[in-house]
């Protein structure tokens, strides 16, 4: 016979709040957490009151420019694979760049995000010019252009990014293996270290959802955003796309999801945390849910509509709102913020 439930329900918030004071737990317990619906509430709670703690009631908004879904990659998962001929392919050219990123401040917005495929034409010298001239705003800028040599990162640090977005998307070898043809997660990881050394603000994370992807790999992830000390984590269900190798799989489980979320929160309490898009393309109060379970972040795409067409990196991507936004936020007693938001913003 096993436990009754309080006494289990009982043992499950222990693990929970022990998670919140030494901030890391074992690989098992992790998977314990992950495997139990009955104390999703607690996690989501837990979570909630260390992001209000340490990071507060203010949301930092980041505008997401996709200036190029040109891309060298294969990952199984993405609309813009280089296999999906489907894809209408677009670059953006560097003033057209430049005129959005002064919209972006124009607008308030303190964080511009850069995003593109790994398209090979912006160099890494020609891609800093574009980021020195941003920069006479007062904004700070994101990348998320993917892998790149650790000469080229230096570059565009130098060029003053402040930050960088690389998902590692999963930590399991042989996942990873199949999902990213040609590619390799101890290349990823270097990439990821690389970035951290040169001081980049850096943000990674992974796809819950995967096929065959288990709790386990999942609690191996987290557990790496610790080792990382990553500063920013990016948590998406997996929503697939018609026109890629894993059409004929479900969509990812949005709980599942958010409770990876809320026990990274626990885990790096002082982090910023998106409630990402994919979140509320799978359940229209996604964004709300992420943003009550321990998210402290949301990523408005600024994108031109024609191009945004362009970038379906998975189908339905919905966009932000930004008056129902301001108003869903003041119903859960939360705020935007017009600060750029780092890391060491946050008051831990
Ligand atoms: N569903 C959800 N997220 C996806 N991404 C790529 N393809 C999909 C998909 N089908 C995520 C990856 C990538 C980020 C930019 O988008 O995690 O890092």
Redesign the pocket.
Known sequence: MGLPFFVYNLFMKNLIEKAKVERILQKSEIVQILEDSSINEYLFKTADSVRKKYVGDEIYLRALIEFSNICRCN?A???IRCDNKKVQRYRLKKDEIIDLSNLASKLGYKTLVL?SGEDCFFKADYLAEIVKEIKKNDIAVTL?IGERFFEEYKILKEAGADRFLL?I?TTDENLYKKMHPGMSLDNRKKCLYNLKQLGYETGT?S?IGLPDQTLESIASDILFYKELNADMIGI??????PD?PLKDFPNGNLILALKVLALTRLFLPDINIPATT?METLNPNGRIMALQAGANVVMPNITLEECKKNYQ??PGKVAVDYTKLEKDLEKIGRKISFKKGFRSDNQI
């Open positions: 990952c998962y993405c609309g995003q998320s998902r998307e994370g796809l998406g269900p997996l929503i697939t796309h890629t994919a990196i998975y």
